[in-house]
């Protein structure tokens, strides 16, 4: 049972920057995402990357401004975020998708982030 623990969230004024880190219990082999939820609405994914780092997706909503990395030695994936704004206020997730699944069946508990205007 893969666990995942995120940290790096907290308040941040809008313009500013975060990073986000999410450590697995072991190696992921596999897609790791974050996705995130902010009141009100569903989640939604912010980005995602494969095993290799070769292949990485983003939101049109965080395109250019937030960057997904991972550092399989470490077994933790992170989310840089810059030029942050009211929109990216939300509870954000990481999660595991296993090579051999079609959804991600591991998440993390969820780290606040709060961008004040």
């Known amino acids: 049972q893969v666990q995942l623990v995120e940290s790096g969230g907290g308040l941040v004024q809008a313009g500013g920057s975060l990073r986000l880190s999410c450590a697995a219990s072991?190696?992921?082999?596999?897609?790791m995402g974050w996705f995130r939820q902010a009141p009100g609405k569903e989640r939604e994914l912010v980005a995602r990357i494969n095993w290799t780092g070769t292949n990485t997706y983003y939101a049109d909503a965080v395109k250019g401004r937030f960057t997904i990395s991972r550092d399989n030695a470490k077994n933790t994936v992170y989310l840089q975020m810059n030029s942050l704004n009211s929109e990216d206020t939300a509870v954000y997730y990481c999660?595991?998708?296993?090579?051999?699944?079609?959804?991600?069946?591991?998440w993390g508990q969820g780290t606040q982030v709060t961008v004040s205007s």
């Open positions: 999660a595991f998708r296993r090579v051999s699944a079609t959804e991600y069946d591991y």
């Open positions: 072991e190696r992921t082999f596999g897609t």
